[in-house]
Every structure is written in structure tokens, then in C-alpha cells.
């Protein structure tokens, strides 16, 4: 009998084991509004984004593979700054992440933990990203400013750069 229960008890942790390692979080639960909850570059101290360091980022993942990208930062007076750094394109398809045309990345750098959480890694930096609910209009505000670029147009771009960078 104590056998017999102790196989029993064997067979369900090993059962219990194998269904939280597939556990799938579905490529979909990616769409929404993303802040960056910490950063850590190898060999340094993990910075925890927010109100205390006065530096975050901004992610969108929109349904139709709408992406935009933002560095917000709060200033020493209070005020948030946007520093709009990507907008365009993303796929997640069966885990595999790309954006911005750019050829995918391994899973380790881009891992959807569950559907408040993905891990991210760039260059030699680990990201870790919570997904938050924003009201609409803000998202919209920021997606936009990032699809507006430093909203310099062309023409004074090049302008610009013909006086102030020759």
C-alpha cells in the first residue's frame, strides 16, 4: 500500500511538473501597452525603472504589428520628457520575435513570461517588462509622437545638418 501511494504521489509530481513546463503563454497575450519594470547590463547593478531612477521605457505592440518604442524620463522639476526612439513593425509568431524588419531573435532575448511579463535582452543588457493598462488617449499620444520621430521634418533635417553638422 505505501508503494502503491508513493508512486501515486511520484506520478502526480511528475505530471504537475511537465504541465507548468508547457504551459504556453499565447503570442496574442504580447498586444498591449509595455513599461520597462528594470534593466541590468552584465556585471552591474539592476536599475529599477520608475519614479526613483526617473527613467522608463515605453513599448506598444499593436493587433494589426503596429510597434513603437519610447524613452520617458521624469526631470529634476517634475516634468516627463518623451525621447521617441522606434516606430513601425513587430511579428511574434510561435514565440519567434522580430521588429522593425529586423532578422529575429533568439528566444533567450525575447521571452514572454506570462501575460504581465516578458524578459528582453539587448546588446549586453536584461530588460524586464510589465504590461500595463494606460488609458487610451495616452497610448495614442506617445505611439504618435514615436511615429512622428523627433518630429523634425525632412527638409529641415537635412537643412540642419547641412548648417549645424557640416
Known amino acids: 500500500m505505501k508503494k502503491i501511494l508513493f508512486l501515486l504521489v511520484v506520478a502526480l509530481v511528475c505530471a504537475t511538473k511537465v504541465s507548468a513546463q508547457s504551459t504556453k ?9 509595455w513599461i520597462m519594470e528594470s534593466m541590468q547590463w552584465k556585471g552591474e547593478k ?6 526613483a531612477s526617473g527613467y522608463t521605457q515605453f513599448k506598444y505592440y499593436g493587433p494589426d ?3 513603437a518604442c ?5 526631470t529634476k522639476e517634475g516634468n516627463v520628457v518623451i525621447a521617441p526612439h522606434e516606430y513601425g513593425t513587430y ?12 532578422p529575429a531573435v533568439k528566444a533567450d532575448e525575447m521571452k514572454l513570461i506570462d501575460k504581465t511579463t516578458f524578459h528582453g535582452k539587448w546588446k549586453e543588457r536584461s530588460d524586464v517588462w510589465k504590461k500595463v493598462n494606460m488609458p487610451d488617449k495616452l497610448v495614442r499620444y506617445i505611439v504618435d509622437r514615436c511615429r512622428l520621430g ?7 533635417q537635412k537643412q540642419m545638418k547641412q548648417t549645424m553638422f557640416k
Open 25 to 33: 503563454v499565447a503570442d496574442k497575450e504580447l498586444i498591449g501597452s
Open 91 to 102: 511579428t511574434f509568431k510561435n514565440g519567434v520575435y522580430s521588429e522593425m524588419g529586423r
Open 70 to 74: 519610447a524613452q520617458i524620463y521624469l
Open 46 to 51: 539592476k536599475v529599477v525603472c520608475g519614479k
Open 150 to 156: 523627433n518630429g523634425v521634418p525632412d527638409d529641415m
Open 65 to 67: 504589428g503596429e510597434y
